[in-house]
């Protein structure tokens, strides 16, 4: 938040909680859990004027409990129409897109006040990669796109385009007051075309996610488009709430805070797992309630972290071009359509980065997909929010040798990567770095004689591994030295700072090293 100096802070999102609607959000609950900020579900249904007034309320009541609110308009992935008593349409573009819009007196109303964090946009890169597949899943129109389709262009161009597009949204937003933009992500896509763009980074934890491997993706973004990086812990998992144990959200909270987030908060905190309302008007912490206090009174509030995940060191460094693949189609709802553009499939260098994926967590990492809402790819499987990896991060095709400096182990994968860049992990291997990478991205010396299967070429004090199977036992075995424990995950920080985990049987749990 623009007022808030401290280096990391921890809130709840509001979504179903109890309390009556003069009272806004539950302020008392919040207090006793020590959430710092609230993320504040927005669903507007007065006229304009109301909701100005109703506004400046809300804020005042942020103001008078000294907690930061973030304005989440979910709401508008969810509703094909939402038009306002007075005429006010909040979801409809002139260009064609689909996404929430603040009539100028409601954002300025809200932005009037200092305790004011800023505008959400919740799981914007699924409305755009899926075309708001909710609205089409509830019985509404469907494929409506979330900014405006741009046909005829190819992947680069599809990029620059969906870029161009969120920077707008942010601009948008900021010209009316808020002092920050972000995006909720659901899936692993976009987050460094839309930190390109000035949007901040909130990725989900848990739900479908693995963990550790989002937060890699995003810390990547974050790092190199110097935004700032907030993490959602989720509590539900496909259609069930709660879908993950109170244990598991706790170790969910404890990950973001030791590794350098900047910002956690747990979504759907309303439920009866979190607290229960008394008749009257007291109310008891449940399971979940009690097991996020007790975070936030054994670390949160001693407020001792002096890292973030700027000081990050990564010891295995991903670099691709994001097209937006993450293990889509096959007959998932999730259509194989890159960038959410229909003109746009994956290919098999789309899917390298998911091998390397499995290769760098000892296989847990199915080849196939990231998530578990492949559940075709998942369906045996119970959920785990962590895999075991050694410091990995994920840059995309523009990343360079400082961002890249302290890794041992690079995977050069997908579509594109620009020449500086892959002049930068020349200059690594023969420091003494190993890269994992198909003969397009090797240097034309090394590749020589190459026919297929996997090779290693030393080059100075590194070595080039190139292969056309990332995940293969010849490259696993070529690099295993470099892929840490298989039950744990270790993150290095800058002045020797290690911080390493011990990952439960079944995945869910950690027990710090």
């Not at 509404?140 to 796109?145: A, F, K, W």
């Not at 040798?401 to 020349?426: P, Q, R, S, V, W």
Request: proline share 4%; glycine share 8%.
């Amino acid at each position: 938040m623009a007022s808030m100096e401290n280096n990391f802070y921890i809130g709840v999102d509001n979504s179903g909680e109890d309390c009556g609607a003069e009272l806004f959000f539950n302020a008392p609950v919040a207090k006793e859990l020590g959430a710092e900020f609230v993320v504040y579900h927005y669903r507007p249904k007065l006229s304009v004027r109301q909701e100005t007034e109703k506004a400046y309320m809300l804020a005042k009541r942020f103001e008078e409990n000294g907690i930061y609110f973030v304005i989440n308009t979910e709401t508008g992935n969810w509703s094909e129409t939402l038009t306002s008593t007075d005429g006010y349409d909040w979801v409809t573009r002139e260009d064609g897109g689909h996404r929430f819009k603040f009539p100028r007196q409601v954002l300025e109303a809200f932005a009037s006040s200092k305790m004011f964090a800023g505008v959400l946009y919740d799981e914007a890169e699924h409305a755009q990669l899926f075309r708001n597949l909710s609205i089409g899943m509830e019985g509404g129109t469907p494929d409506l796109p979330f900014f405006p389709d741009a046909p005829g262009l190819d992947l680069r161009q599809t990029d620059e385009h969906i870029c161009s597009c969120a920077k707008e949204l942010v601009e948008e937003n900021m010209s009316l007051g808020a002092p920050r933009v972000m995006c909720e992500y659901v899936w692993p896509s976009l987050m460094h075309n839309f930190a390109r763009a000035g949007m901040h980074i909130a990725y989900k934890q848990q739900k479908e996610n693995w963990s550790n491997i989002w937060a890699a993706i995003a810390m990547g973004a974050a790092r190199q488009y110097g935004c700032e990086l907030w993490a959602c812990v989720d509590l539900w998992f496909r259609a069930t709430y709660p879908g993950h144990s109170a244990a598991e959200m706790a170790s969910n909270l404890l990950f973001a805070y030791r590794t350098g987030i900047d910002r956690v908060y747990v979504e759907n905190s309303g439920g009866k797992n979190f607290y229960t309302m008394q008749p009257d008007g007291s109310f008891i912490l449940g399971e979940f309630g009690k097991y996020y206090k007790e975070i936030v009174d054994k670390y949160i509030a001693p407020c001792e972290r002096e890292y973030s995940h700027l000081d990050f060191e990564p010891d295995i460094a991903i670099i691709r071009f994001d097209d937006t693949f993450w293990g889509q189609g096959k007959n998932m709802p999730w259509k194989d359509m890159l960038f959410g553009n229909p003109e746009h499939k994956s290919s098999e260098r789309s899917g390298e980065w998911l091998k390397a994926w499995h290769t760098i967590t000892h296989g847990a990492v199915k080849q196939k997909s990231l998530s578990w809402g492949r559940w075709d790819v998942y369906l045996s499987d119970a959920h785990r929010s962590f895999a075991p990896a050694k410091g990995p991060i994920v840059y995309d095709d523009k990343a360079r040798y400082n961002d890249l400096k302290t890794a041992k182990l690079l995977f050069l994968c997908g579509e594109f990567i620009g020449d500086e860049t892959l002049a930068d992990a020349g200059t690594l291997v023969r420091e003494g770095a190993t890269a994992v990478t198909s003969a397009r991205f090797a240097p034309a010396g090394i590749t020589l004689g190459y026919t297929g299967g996997t090779a290693t070429v030393q080059d100075e004090k590194g070595k080039w591994v190139i292969t056309d199977d990332m995940a293969s036992d010849e490259v696993k075995a070529e690099i295993n030295e470099l892929l840490g424990e298989p039950d744990e995950m270790t993150f290095n920080f800058k002045g020797g700072r290690t911080v390493r985990f011990k990952i439960s049987a079944d995945g869910n749990e950690l027990t710090e090293l």
